[in-house]
T-cell receptor, first 113, second 111 residues
Framework: DAGVTQSPTHLIKTRGQQVTLRCSPK?????VSWYQQALGQGPQFIFQ???????QRGNFPDRFSGHQFPNYSSELNVNALLLGDSALYLC????????????FGSGTQLSVL | GESVGLHLPTLSVQEGDNSIINCAYS??????FIWYKQESGKGPQFIID?????DKRQGQRVTVLLNKTVKHLSLQIAATQPGDSAVYFC??????????FGKGTRLSVIA
């Protein structure tokens, strides 16, 4: 039973560039949530995708966008990267739009230079 | 500021002892609470959760206690092992809002 998988594991970009991160949810899950975790901090909610729509959104600018595909996988896109976007980006999956008992992937470590 | 936080940022315990990790929350409407363990280089791993209609729940070597009167949550780990060394996060929500995480407590187990 595959857990939540994310790719790539590490990424280095420069300011102003754009990045796309990918996530496949745990088998049987249909909901994907994205979190940003800065060094030494707890994860912060970016947005949640369910039924291919953004259902909930945290306090992140429009530079952060996403997509969910019919197979429930998801992408997180960040445009016009800033140094402050450097963080671990975590994908979490659940079922039926739930925010309970989220299962997390290992994350993508993004470094913006 | 964050609605969920932790009393101690670091905790060191002897192997075999019990560990207690504390968490305070400020939202009295919170009705769901969860603990995660995060090891270096990995994502958060589910440990145990509890709803606000309960005050205690037990898992394998772990117990979560909820005191709604003082808005306090704790995670107890029995017979702490070296593999328990990690950062522990509490998180909460209400009515299926997104989980709000605290800053975390680093648990170090001394062999």
């Amino acid at each position: 039973d595959a857990g939540v998988t994310q790719s790539p594991t590490h990424l280095i970009k420069t300011r102003g560039q754009q990045v796309t991160l990918r996530c496949s949810p745990k088998s049987g899950h249909d909901t994907v949530s994205w979190y940003q975790q800065a060094l030494g901090q707890g994860p912060q909610f970016i947005f949640q995708y369910y039924e291919e729509e953004e259902r909930q959104r945290g306090n992140f600018p429009d530079r952060f966008s996403g997509h969910q595909f019919p197979n429930y996988s998801s992408e997180l896109n960040v445009n016009a990267l800033l140094l402050g976007d450097s963080a671990l980006y975590l994908c979490a999956s659940s079922f039926d739009g739930s925010n309970e008992k989220l299962f997390f992937g290992s994350g993508t470590q993004l470094s913006v230079l | 500021g964050e609605s969920v936080g932790l009393h101690l940022p670091t905790l060191s315990v002897q192997e075999g002892d019990n560990s207690i990790i504390n968490c305070a929350y400020s939202n009295s409407a919170s009705d769901y609470f969860i603990w995660y363990k995060q090891e270096s280089g990995k994502g958060p791993q589910f440990i145990i959760d509890i709803r606000s209609n309960m005050d205690k729940r037990q898992g394998q070597r772990v117990t979560v206690l909820l005191n709604k009167t003082v808005k306090h949550l704790s995670l107890q780990i029995a017979a702490t092992q070296p593999g328990d060394s990690a950062v522990y996060f509490c998180a909460e929500n209400s009515g299926n809002t997104p989980l709000v995480f605290g800053k975390g407590t680093r648990l170090s187990v001394i062999a």
